[in-house]
């Protein structure tokens, strides 16, 4: 069974970055797509950005466009956000989530999810 766990959330001022990763372990599955969603209270969760398996092809989110990178590692078993220039609204919980299939932006197509890392971004 499949594992995705996330880290590296925490508090940042307004403008400073944080760097996200999301490891899998146990059983992967070759081909499979990896992503970042967040939810804030109040909110639906926000699609954020996709990797394909061959890293080939990104999406990102309008929010996040231009200040977020999602990269992945040699190995394929680790998936990290790179955010920089941090707002406020950027502050929600952060999760990874996988699929077998191509990019997606809706999160009910993704059956593999972390259990969600805090990021706080104060003014």
């Known amino acids: 069974q499949v594992q995705l766990v996330e880290s590296g959330g925490g508090l940042v001022q307004a403008g400073g970055s944080l760097r996200l990763s999301c490891a899998a372990s146990g059983r992967t599955f070759i081909g499979w797509t990896r992503a970042w969603f967040r939810q804030s209270p109040g909110k639906e969760r926000e699609f954020v950005a996709a990797?394909?398996?061959?890293?080939?092809?990104?999406n990102y989110g309008d929010a996040v466009k231009g200040r977020f990178t999602i990269s992945t590692d040699n190995t394929k078993n680790t998936v990290s956000l790179q955010m920089n220039s941090l707002k406020p609204e950027d502050t929600a919980v952060y999760y990874c989530a996988a699929r077998l299939g191509g990019n997606s932006y809706t999160s009910v197509n993704y059956n593999l999810w972390g259990q969600g890392t805090q990021v706080t971004v104060s003014s």
């Open positions: 990797i394909s398996w061959s890293a080939s092809n990104t």
